[in-house]
């Protein structure tokens, strides 16, 4: 097999390569010319230096890492039969006139005890400190509360918030950006489907989030942060000013370059230095400290506590199942490499940790082991790199049972994005031909527009953000697109999908995840008919 990525020029970075033959390895171009202009990221990085880490422009992108792993999802393929129908109301007999695609039942439901139901299986990733996350909230988070499903209010978010009032214990007095997300949602959450959760690293511990979020909004569930599939090390950010880098470092981040330091703050002052960075500090993960955490946190109120964890090794992933089985956490989040990301260094986002095929293939053998011990594995969610149905549908029947959900990050921002962009664009009379050729208004341009305004009437529709509709829109698509695989697959709701629902294309695909091979899966039952 040749090359899984190339390095050292992409398109996130904002660098290429001169020549057409370019050494696989190295990423360098195979005859580099004294003289050269520019501009892979050897030659960017020696006056720009630490900028190249990172994809930009910070704050107008998201960016997706572009490895071609050896297995994905797309060696394994979604069974279909012509015969059965599993997952019918009670009382209602199989056939062509009840087991009809759009009566597949896409709910599911997460949560030790106390359930929190969602219309489809999928959640927002977490959008935390990022400027691309701030600007884009209310389109996102109303999206996902009339979509039915869940929003994670990332990490940071208090930390970084320009207004933020600490006590005199350095604890939240007030945030009234955290205070705005959270009320956005739960203005248009229609309290049945779906919630916001709220993320918490080390930083936000320190400063109090948990117990600001619930003694002033009531929030009923807190994300413990171990990780993301996208990073090994805790969260960035950029800033461009001195003055908000050295307010992050007062409030206890790390920045860099140190805006502490007289040579740097002369830097910025010439134009030498045009950003800083605020990285969040590492995580030191133990059973003990774990578990007194969440006891913690449940004495604080909280109904449901869940726990976020990155690509890691294989014994990172046993403590997190096995630790969160002890703690009887309400949902654990698996995020395998590569995943996408607001801001994280470039080189890491391609070639750290476990890519979500192996991670969940892992998952599954975890679960099954402490599942055969009589422990009660907690409910699974899979994140990394998903953005269609399919892909969904093959990572809940992999992982089936104990996979409950997908969590997807740049997929669900995107619609609220072009939502929001054609709003600009209708405004300013500058509708690409790309959206004209729909319409000009947005009943015309907006396919659930009509749905809508029958939902909420004919004003309210009015105030809802476009990116909301276009993430509504989505969904809607999403959840069609899975009724019709899994009516298919004779699986008309989402509990019943299981593995067998699956095949793998290759050997490798196999092996790694115990699928069966496609020439192998169901043989001795076809053989049996062969032999009547």
């Not at 970084?160 to 600490?166: A, I, M, N, Y």
């Not at 909420?456 to 276009?470: D, H, Q, W």
């Not at 697959?489 to 989402?494: E, M, P, V």
């Not at 699956?502 to 076809?526: H, N, W």
């Amino acid at each position: 097999m040749g090359n899984l990525r190339r390095p050292n020029a992409n398109e996130a970075t904002g660098t290429f390569n001169r020549s057409r033959d370019v050494v696989p390895m190295s990423g360098l171009c195979a005859k580099c010319v004294d003289g050269c202009t520019g501009g892979c990221e050897t030659w960017l990085a020696s006056f720009r230096g630490r900028e190249v880490l990172y994809p930009g422009p910070f704050g107008d992108i998201t960016a997706g890492a572009v490895k071609d792993y050896p297995v994905d999802y797309s060696h394994l393929n979604i069974l279909g039969y012509a015969r059965g129908a599993e997952g019918l109301p009670e009382g209602v007999e199989p056939g062509p006139d009840t087991a009809i695609f759009t009566n597949v039942d896409t709910t599911t439901e997460y949560g030790w005890d106390i359930k929190v139901k969602m219309k489809v299986p999928i959640f927002t990733g977490a959008l935390g400190s990022t400027e691309i996350a701030r600007k884009n909230w209310d389109h996102i988070a109303v999206g996902a509360a009339i979509s039915g499903i869940t929003v994670v209010c990332g990490e940071n978010v208090a930390g970084v918030d320009p207004d933020l009032e600490l006590d005199s214990n350095g604890k939240v007095k007030k945030s009234p950006e955290l205070d705005r997300r959270i009320e956005i949602y739960k203005r248009y959450h229609d309290g049945e489907y779906g919630e916001i959760l709220i993320q918490m690293n080390v930083e936000d511990t320190r400063l109090g989030v948990a117990e600001y979020v619930i003694n002033k909004h009531g929030i009923e569930t807190i994300e413990l942060k171990w990780g993301q599939g996208a990073k090994s090390i805790g969260g960035e950010i950029k800033v461009r000013s001195l003055e908000r880098a050295l307010e992050l470092k007062r409030r206890g981040y790390i920045v860099l370059p140190d805006p502490e330091l007289p040579e740097v703050q002369r830097a910025f002052k010439e134009g030498e230095i045009k950003e800083f960075e605020r990285h969040s500090r590492l995580g030191f993960v133990s059973k003990e400290s774990f578990l007194k955490e969440v006891e913690r946190l449940r004495k604080l109120g909280f109904k449901r506590i869940t726990l976020k964890t990155g690509a890691y090794s294989a014994v990172e992933l046993a403590m997190a199942l096995r630790y969160g089985a002890e703690a009887k956490v309400d949902l654990i989040t698996v995020d395998g490499a590569p995943g996408g990301t607001g801001m994280s260094p470039w080189p890491m986002m391609n070639e750290w940790g476990i890519p979500t095929f192996y991670l969940e293939a892992l998952t599954y053998q975890f679960a099954e082991k402490l599942s055969r011990r009589g422990i009660r594995v907690p409910d699974i969610a899979i994140a990394g790199g998903f953005s269609t149905e399919d892909g969904v549908l093959k990572a809940i029947a992999m992982g089936s049972p104990y996979v409950k959900a997908v969590c997807m990050g740049r997929a669900l921002m995107i619609p609220a994005m072009v939502g929001k962009n054609i709003g600009e664009w209708l405004k300013s009379g500058n509708l690409p031909k790309t959206v004209s050729k729909y319409g000009t208004t947005e009943e015309e341009i907006f396919i659930t527009y009509e749905e809508l305004k029958s939902r909420f009437g004919e004003e309210e529709v009015k105030k809802l953000p476009l990116g909301a509709i276009g993430f509504y829109t989505f969904v809607q698509k999403f959840k069609t697109g899975l009724q019709q695989l899994m009516a298919g697959a004779r699986k008309f709701r989402l509990s019943a999908l299981c593995r067998k629902d699956l095949v793998a294309l290759t050997k490798d695909a196999a092996e790694i995840s115990g699928i069966p091979y496609v020439m192998e899966s169901y043989r001795d039952e076809a053989e049996r008919i062969l032999e009547e």
